[in-house]
């Protein structure tokens, strides 16, 4: 089946250091979410990918595509306490399993003042 | 006015008890889904209804049995509780069941099976 691996699986940085998550599927992606979870909450959708190289951008949060649909990765310049959280890559399947999402293995940040 | 609801929020029991989770959303969504999530902070889809339709289901137990009375609700009953069941369950709920939808998640059910 369909898997989606995110590295690292953990990340401790200092506040105002850079981070960065990988995202990598077994499958080809015919788009690629990605969504916070707090500590102790739920995850919460950030933004969606859909064309092969696309970047968009949130403020601090950087969002890329890759060219041939398969990866993706979230860049997070200067991080804040705020950033704390897990970050999770989703995507459903081209070829089948369209109606689900699979969820990566997800990356913990951890900001430290 | 929360969009997707889960009652409980935390649930302590015994090794053999049965319990029930149940999840309301008022988003108007036609697909709702249960997530367990262990851990490790792994996210694994266990079930999806569509308009009251089951849709997916995973390789989950079948001491798991989920129920839709209507596409707003979606409740989960565990039979014969184990300690491997400890997670923290989460419902979820997307426009309608294709790739493309973004899920919008509850607050999720804190179980611990003692």
């Known amino acids: 089946g369909q898997q989606v691996m995110q590295i690292p699986q953990y990340q401790h940085v200092q506040e105002g250091e850079d981070f960065t998550t990988y995202c990598n599927s077994s499958?080809?992606?015919?788009?690629i979410q990605w969504y916070k979870q707090r500590p102790g909450g739920h995850p919460v959708f950030l933004i969606q990918?859909?064309?092969?190289?696309e970047v968009k951008k949130q403020k601090r949060l950087t969002f890329q595509f890759g060219e041939a649909k398969k990866n993706s990765s979230l860049h997070i310049t200067a991080t804040q306490t705020t950033d704390v959280g897990t970050y999770f890559c989703?995507?459903?399947?081209?070829?089948?399993?369209?109606?689900?999402?699979?969820f990566g293995t997800g990356t913990q940040l951890k900001v430290e003042l | 006015d929360t969009a997707v609801s889960q009652t409980p929020k935390y649930l302590v029991t015994q090794m053999g008890n049965d319990k029930s989770i149940k999840c309301e959303q008022n988003?108007?969504?036609?697909?709702m889904y249960w997530y367990k999530q262990d851990s490790k902070k792994f996210l694994k889809i266990m079930f999806s209804y569509n308009n009251k339709e089951l849709i997916i289901n995973e390789t989950v137990p079948n001491r798991f049995s989920p129920k839709s009375p209507d596409k707003a609700h979606l409740n989960l009953h565990i039979n014969s509780l184990e300690l491997g069941d400890s997670a923290v369950y989460f419902c979820?709920?997307?426009?309608?069941?294709?790739?493309?939808?973004?899920?919008?998640f509850g607050p999720g059910t804190r179980l611990l099976v003692l």
């Open positions: 499958t080809t992606l015919s788009n």
């Open positions: 990918l859909v064309k092969s190289g």
């Open positions: 988003l108007g969504h036609d697909t």
């Open positions: 979820a709920s997307s426009r309608t069941s294709g790739g493309l939808e973004t899920q919008y």
């Open positions: 989703a995507g459903p399947g081209i070829t089948g399993g369209g109606n689900k999402l699979t």
